[in-house]
């Protein structure tokens, strides 16, 4: 069967063919040389089968820093790139095939490029979801998505996937009358999925056994690191603060009275970056310190412990345990917690991603170009990257932060 089709692409248009290996899309014209498009590079997919419209990002915007940065990611915070569109039209009989392997392929893909596969075999869900920020997020639309272990892929329609990472939501609730589950996601966000059919329960039951599963690894952590905490409110807080999820010492201590005294006397003291972090939490005081642990990586087995402190829109990133080498600067407002919770909840989280320039990132490097550029949150980070203070001697470490943070 002939595959032929009209294309559009970059001011180039006429007859084609193509052809899709589930690797790249190859459009050949009929008068010009084959044009070539990894699936893990596109940013959308769009159309009917018989017309497909397919997101390409376009160059890198230019770097930004300062006031400026700022401003452009708070006013177009989803876009990283400009994008191009590839149009392909008069498919006949084989465009829904391609477009079915597409979708199928891509959501893989993509989840894979931007460091978003999760950990454990993803689950496919399909339906209309809502809530979700960009445009139409207000409307219900269709999505496909993979849940993994520890956070929900979804795709719409000419959109880039989103993660919902399980350790941000708050409640997930099902409501009876419109057959659909309701997740509330910290900070402030109602998902809603409907239309799932036979799925519902299955996702509702899903998610809540993946929630489950980390506030079971959350207190087991906690029976580890802080014994003398009672029992009552470590089983308290396992639920309340899984891992990646970032909450002030002063909130914390909340929850769970003598939260802040056993940490300061026992979890800290035996931390790696002890004097690091007893620096900051004196800098920036217990209301504007907050504290989370990523989760165990396969490679190490380790669950890190981090303190995120800031003052006066300045803030600093620490790993109190482990053998990082740097503290992470940042200009930013209210939005860093947030955002550093994604950044530590990425079952793939890279620091060399939040600080690599994106031309640097080739060779062994080169798997977190894509996500660096393109992968929201990460994005909205870098804009904020204001450099390193590196871990050399305690002293010249202090001083340097001095310097930086003006204390």
Avoid at 53 to 61: D, F, H, I
Avoid at 100 to 117: E, F, I, N, P, Y
């Amino acid at each position: 069967m002939s595959r032929t089709c009209q294309f559009a692409f970059a001011g180039l248009s006429g007859a084609a063919e193509w052809s899709f290996d589930e690797v790249s899309l190859i459009v050949a014209p009929a008068d010009g040389r084959p044009l070539v498009f990894p699936v893990q590079e596109m940013a959308g997919i769009a159309g009917d089968g018989y017309t497909l419209e397919l997101t390409v990002p376009g160059p890198a915007a230019p770097a930004l820093t300062g006031e400026a940065a700022r401003a452009t990611v708070a006013a177009a915070p989803a876009a990283q790139a400009a994008p191009s569109l590839l149009s392909l039209t008069k498919l006949g009989a084989e465009g829904p095939t391609l477009l079915d392997a597409l979708q199928r392929t891509w959501l893989v893909a993509r989840a894979k490029a931007l460091r978003l596969g999760g950990s454990g075999e993803g689950k496919s869900f399909s339906g209309l979801v809502s809530g979700i920020e960009g445009a139409g997020g207000g409307t219900a639309q269709p999505f496909r998505a993979l849940l993994f272990d520890d956070v929900m892929v979804v795709a719409r329609e000419s959109r880039d996937l989103e993660p919902i990472f399980v350790a941000l939501t708050e409640k997930i609730a099902f409501e009876e009358s419109a057959y659909a589950v309701h997740v509330a996601e910290w900070p402030g966000r109602e998902i809603v999925f409907s239309k799932l059919g036979k799925q519902t329960e299955d996702l509702l039951d899903s998610l809540r056994k993946r929630r489950e599963s980390l506030a079971n690894e959350s207190g087991a952590n906690l029976a580890t690191t802080l014994p003398s905490l009672p029992s009552a409110y470590r089983g308290i807080l396992a639920g309340d603060w899984p891992p990646g999820r970032l909450r002030t010492l002063q909130d914390l201590s909340a929850i769970a009275p003598g939260f802040e005294e056993a940490f300061r006397t026992v979890w800290l003291v035996g931390c790696v970056r002890k004097d690091e972090g007893q620096f900051l939490l004196d800098w920036a005081g217990p209301a504007a310190c907050w504290l989370g642990c990523s989760r165990e990586t396969s490679d190490s087995g380790e669950s890190l412990l981090w303190l995120l402190a800031a003052k006066n829109a300045m803030w600093f990133l620490e790993a109190l345990t482990g053998e990082d080498r740097a503290t992470y600067h940042f200009s930013a407002g209210d939005e860093m917690p947030a955002l550093v919770s994604r950044l530590l909840c990425a079952p793939q989280f890279s620091k060399e991603a939040l600080y690599g320039a994106p031309e640097m990132l080739t060779g062994e490097r080169a798997d977190l170009a894509i996500a660096a550029q393109f992968l929201g949150f990460l994005v909205r980070l870098r804009a904020g990257f204001r450099g390193r203070v590196i871990h050399t001697s305690l002293d010249s470490w202090q001083k340097d932060m001095e310097t930086v943070a003006g204390k």
